[in-house]
């Protein structure tokens, strides 16, 4: 789904991450803007601050630009979002990608959809904590105590976390 585009005085572009080079039309790539109403950076952190706030495209060092960390690319003069360019869970400091807790999880127990999982961090008493909401197979037999005690022993065996919540669905719902 497009953003739209964007306003008289700014300007958005898609670039490639890594080589901090311009994307070609329709190629996907991090978003950079630049423009009045972009902030001038993080408080009292000038090594973050130049890393996202002063980008600079490489080659014609045009900029400063904002580094987003969201991924998407233009059509047609219009914005279109496609994700993150580090998608992480961030639990006590270690980075965990949610794609692979959520493979961990669908393939713990068969009562579990493989294409129905979603993890992310909730706030536990000031912290984070991971969560998952999962789709079950309402024709697949099985204890539901057994699917919950699967999830956990699966979770904390591959990626060393403890589950805060599991939440089990409805397929489709």
Same mark, same amino acid.
């Given at each position: $789904?497009?953003?739209?585009?964007?306003?008289? +005085?700014?300007?958005?572009?898609?670039?490639?991450?890594?080589?901090? !080079?311009?994307?070609?039309?329709?190629?996907?790539?991090?978003?950079?803007?630049?423009?009045?109403?972009?902030?001038?950076?993080?408080?009292?952190?000038?090594?973050? !601050?130049?890393?996202?706030?002063?980008?600079?495209?490489?080659?014609?060092?045009?900029?400063?630009?904002?580094?987003?960390?969201?991924?998407?690319?233009?059509?047609?003069?219009?914005?279109?979002?496609?994700?993150?360019?580090?998608?992480?869970?961030?639990?006590?400091?270690?980075?965990?990608?949610?794609? +692979?807790? &959520?493979?961990?999880?669908?393939?713990?127990?068969?009562?579990?959809?493989?294409?129905?999982?979603?993890?992310?961090?909730?706030?536990?008493?000031?912290? &984070?904590?991971?969560? $998952?909401?999962?789709?079950? +197979?309402?024709?697949?037999?099985?204890?539901?105590?057994? $699917?919950?005690?699967?999830?956990?022993?699966?979770?904390?065996?591959?990626? &060393?976390?403890? $589950?805060?919540?599991?939440?089990?669905?409805?397929?489709?719902?």
């Amino acid at each position: $789904v497009g953003c739209g585009g964007t306003l008289p +005085d700014q300007r958005i572009v898609i670039a490639d991450p890594e080589t901090r !080079t311009p994307c070609g039309p329709g190629q996907i790539g991090e978003i950079w803007v630049h423009g009045p109403s972009v902030a001038q950076g993080y408080w009292q952190r000038p090594d973050l !601050t130049e890393e996202t706030f002063r980008a600079t495209l490489h080659g014609t060092e045009e900029g400063p630009f904002l580094r987003t960390g969201d991924l998407g690319f233009l059509h047609e003069g219009e914005l279109y979002v496609t994700g993150r360019l580090k998608d992480l869970i961030i639990i006590r400091g270690v980075n965990h990608y949610p794609q +692979d807790i &959520e493979l961990t999880v669908r393939q713990c127990h068969p009562r579990l959809r493989p294409e129905g999982c979603a993890a992310f961090t909730i706030d536990c008493d000031g912290g &984070e904590e991971l969560a $998952v909401v999962v789709e079950v +197979d309402r024709h697949k037999q099985g204890n539901l105590d057994d $699917v919950f005690q699967a999830i956990r022993r699966a979770i904390s065996l591959e990626h &060393e976390l403890n $589950v805060a919540a599991i939440v089990l669905i409805r397929a489709g719902s």
